[in-house]
């Protein structure tokens, strides 16, 4: 052990007391941390990589995945500043519930079971069997709500929607999008359907009056995605639900310049951030989606209660 001045001046960071207090707590991987964190990869290696140093930190090999660990005997004037840290430190709460999302992630086994059930689902050829077919059913068990669909572009997924719910408001800030949707709505006597141009950060639609507000991968297109998740919050009904389908967090930088994405997705614990700093509860959140090929884009599903 490093003497008590060099080991203070190590956990003098906030960085490396926020990753000691996580650490004395459960054995992690980089990967956890990072997302736990919300930091860098490389600024967190660099934090264990001295913490390591110090004896502060112990890591083990498990396959090709290496687990870090406050080590025991860290001496009492460290393992002081720890306690200190943990009633003083800001985000010491917030990570903590971020550390135990993570390990229920961790140990959910049986999403990862429907993961793989999922994607057998069509590799075997039976006549009439698709997602497109299966999702056309699940549509009908709908019960008759009030839908937004924030984002809609064209509003195929509001049309499919309007086939069972009461009503559904779809917004898009393009006015080309809103107006194709208005023909095609038209065209096809879908009633129950009404296009609005306006911002997804600012729906225009009036308080409390929504029963699912519903962003379709479109909050990667917000420019500021807690603005839009406050907005949908602000639009339901007590007891409504917000849905969030959209990118897992990725580093395709061409995605910004293809399809105009302003976010490169979002993690699950960044949504679980944005949702309950929007004011929602019973925040849930899973991978329902990997893409077979490259690159490999997977889907996130985020939920939310008022």
């Not at 720890?82 to 993570?102: I, N, Q, S, W």
């Not at 893409?291 to 996130?300: D, G, I, L, S």
Request: proline residues 4%; glycine residues 6%.
């Amino acid at each position: 052990m490093a003497s008590i001045l060099k080991s203070l001046r190590v956990l003098s960071d906030p960085v490396r007391l926020r990753l000691m207090l996580l650490l004395v707590e459960e054995e992690l991987m980089v990967a956890e941390l990072q997302e736990i964190l919300g930091l860098a990869q490389s600024r967190i290696s660099a934090g264990l990589a001295l913490l390591k140093g110090e004896e502060f930190v112990a890591d083990r090999r498990v396959g090709k995945n290496i687990f870090y660990s406050a080590c025991a005997d860290i001496g009492d004037a460290p393992r002081a500043v720890l306690e200190a840290a943990r009633m003083e430190l800001k985000e010491a709460v917030e990570d903590r519930a971020h550390l135990v999302f993570t390990l229920r992630k961790r140990k959910d086994r049986a999403a990862e079971y429907f993961n793989r059930l999922a994607g057998k689902f069509g590799r075997a050829y039976v006549p009439g069997r698709s997602w497109e077919a299966l999702s056309h059913a699940l549509l009908r068990l709908l019960p008759p709500m009030v839908i937004a669909d924030l984002g809609a572009g064209e509003g195929t997924l509001s049309q499919l929607l309007a086939r069972t719910a009461k009503r559904v408001i779809a917004v898009d800030n393009s006015g080309k999008m809103v107006e194709f949707g208005e023909r095609l709505a038209k065209r096809n006597e879908v009633r129950n359907l009404e296009f609005r141009l306006g911002d997804i950060e600012d729906p225009p639609i009036e308080p409390g009056v929504v029963d699912v507000a519903l962003f379709s991968q479109a909050l990667h297109h917000a420019s500021v995605p807690q603005r839009a998740l406050a907005a949908a919050q602000r639009i339901l009904k007590p007891g409504g639900r917000v849905l969030v389908l959209d990118l897992l967090s990725h580093t395709h930088e061409k995605t910004r310049e293809l399809y105009g994405h302003v976010w490169l997705g979002f993690s699950e614990i960044e949504l679980h951030r944005m949702l309950k700093k929007a004011g929602f509860s019973k925040i849930e959140s899973s991978i329902v989606s990997r893409e077979a090929e490259a690159p490999h884009f997977q889907t996130v599903l985020a939920s939310g209660v008022k």
